[in-house]
């Protein structure tokens, strides 16, 4: 999962990007707070995470814009402890709202649970520049696309979830017999197989790896 840190205080930034990297997620630090839709764009994001005081534009004012062009999650940092500024935020369309000093493991958490909820809850789901369609069993990066079947599909959700983390065969097996989709050892080599031909199809190539005797894993 990418996380987009917007914060203009160089400390903050290093103690977020080390917390977060820590905890497997990719970090990009947005650099141009005179154009930060244009950043958000072009980095995607997954979360953002966006201080409140900034130095060409507030957080909040920037939210609002933020809100009419795109819908991905934001936790609030701020430095106030001011119940007003948390309302403002909310109303702006902030997902939570966090201040500092914050609690390492307690941001962590919310930030865990924002992004649970948005796999659940979500038409697609995103990865890097990918999205993932489960609905219409497709996948789109940019002007590409190609369409997965139903193991193909159930197979990406689960290492898509467990990105960064070794997903064993039995794990698999067993979330395709979960859904009621018969499939032994031979049948999962050949949708991996697949799989990859397909992720290739749209530029992304060997990010499925293969762990000697242990499974697979999505980089």
């Known amino acids: 999962m990418r996380i987009l840190i917007i914060e203009d205080d160089l400390e903050q930034q290093r103690e977020l990007k080390q917390l977060l990297n820590s905890s497997s ?6 650099r141009d707070f005179s154009n930060l839709l244009e950043e958000v764009m072009e ?13 060409m534009i507030s957080g909040e004012v920037f939210l609002r814009e933020l809100r009419r062009t795109i819908d991905v999650p934001v936790i ?14 909310m109303s702006y369309g902030a997902d939570d709202y966090i201040t500092k000093p914050y609690n390492p493991t307690i ?15 979500s038409d697609f789901l995103t990865v890097d520049k990918m999205q993932i369609f489960p609905d219409r069993g497709l996948i789109k990066c ?4 190609v369409l997965l079947t139903k193991n193909e599909m159930l197979i ?11 997903v064993s065969r039995e794990a698999i097996m067993d979330d395709l017999w979960n859904s009621y989709e018969f499939v032994d ?3 999962l080599t050949v949708n991996i197989s697949r799989l990859r031909a397909k992720l290739q199809e749209i530029g992304y190539e060997d990010v499925i790896q293969t762990r000697k005797k242990q499974g697979y894993i999505l980089l």
């Open 142 to 145: 940019e002007e590409k696309e």
């Open 185 to 187: 050892d031979n049948t």
């Open 43 to 55: 980095v995607m994001p997954n979360l953002i995470l966006l201080d409140i005081n900034l130095p």
């Open 156 to 166: 990406l959700k689960l290492l898509v979830q467990n990105r960064g983390k070794i």
């Open 107 to 121: 941001l962590l958490l919310r930030i865990e649970a924002i992004l649970k909820r948005l796999q659940q809850t």
């Open 76 to 89: 609030m940092l701020t430095s106030k402890n001011n119940e007003s500024d948390e309302v403002l935020s």
């Open 25 to 30: 997620y990719e970090v990009v630090i947005a």
